[in-house]
């Protein structure tokens, strides 16, 4: 239940594609649901989050889809370039006292120019 | 603020010495939480300290690992004796509960290679 299923595992694209990458979760308890970039070598940093009350925001290129009745949530770059290139996770949080959250297993982004 | 900030950022030791990974969580934080990331299992959760005090080490894979907070400002991650298989970046994230989508901010971690 505390499970966050990712998919692709890894993903090549051409520059200016638009990658999408996956999320689905169990519990309905959850909050939110913040997608984190790291590009090699640096710790992971928040992207963009969501929370279940909407069904999309967009930032800049990044937008993130939420299907609440599927329990899944998906990641959208648009007009992707080589500089995205990086492991995205999605993770799924509860916004109570306390830190309940799961980080999914990733995904390795490659954009090609 | 400099940020989360980890040392040493590489290590280097051989199989039964004892490995102390640090961190110095963001001013004012009051959750620290440390990670390890590996090719194979991706990003784990060790475990994770609320006002220094441990909240869930679950994650913690067996008593070799142990970690400490004796301070809002310092946290010491300790691998006694250290194995091949404990090779991996170890992260060091802090929030402030309460914060947007209580973000978390990771130090650059440190990269324990065990030989």
């Known amino acids: 239940q505390q499970q966050v299923k990712q998919s692709p595992q890894s993903l090549i694209v051409q520059k200016g594609g638009i990658p999408i990458i996956n999320c689905a979760y169990e519990?309905?308890?959850?909050?939110?649901f913040p997608w984190y970039q790291q590009f090699p070598g640096k710790g992971p940093a928040l992207l963009i989050a969501?929370?279940?009350?909407?069904s999309e925001k967009k930032e800049g290129r990044f937008t993130i889809s939420f299907n609440k009745s599927a329990k899944q949530f998906s990641l959208h770059i648009m007009d992707s370039q080589p500089g995205d290139s990086a492991t995205y996770f999605c993770?799924?949080?509860?916004?109570?006292?306390?830190?309940?959250?799961?980080f999914g297993p990733g995904t390795r982004l490659s954009v090609l120019p | 603020d400099a940020g989360v900030i980890q040392s040493p950022r590489h290590e280097v030791t051989e199989m039964g010495q004892e490995v102390t990974l640090r961190c110095k969580p963001i001013?004012?934080?009051?959750?620290l939480f440390w990670y390890r990331q590996t090719m194979m299992r991706g990003l784990e959760l060790l475990i994770y300290?609320?006002?220094?005090?441990?909240?869930?080490d679950s994650g913690m894979p067996e008593d070799r690992f142990s970690a400490k907070m004796p301070n809002a400002s310092f946290s010491t991650l300790k691998i006694q004796p250290s194995e091949p298989r404990d090779s991996a970046v170890y992260f060091c994230?802090?929030?402030?509960?309460?914060?947007?989508?209580?973000?978390?901010?990771f130090g650059p971690g440190t990269r324990l290679t065990v030989l």
């Open positions: 993770a799924a949080f509860r916004d109570n006292y306390g830190q309940n959250f799961v």
């Open positions: 994230a802090s929030t402030l509960a309460g914060s947007s989508y209580n973000e978390q901010f």
């Open positions: 519990n309905t308890a959850f909050d939110y």
């Open positions: 300290f609320n006002n220094n005090v441990p909240i869930d």
């Open positions: 001013s004012g934080h009051d959750y």
């Open positions: 969501i929370r279940p009350d909407v």
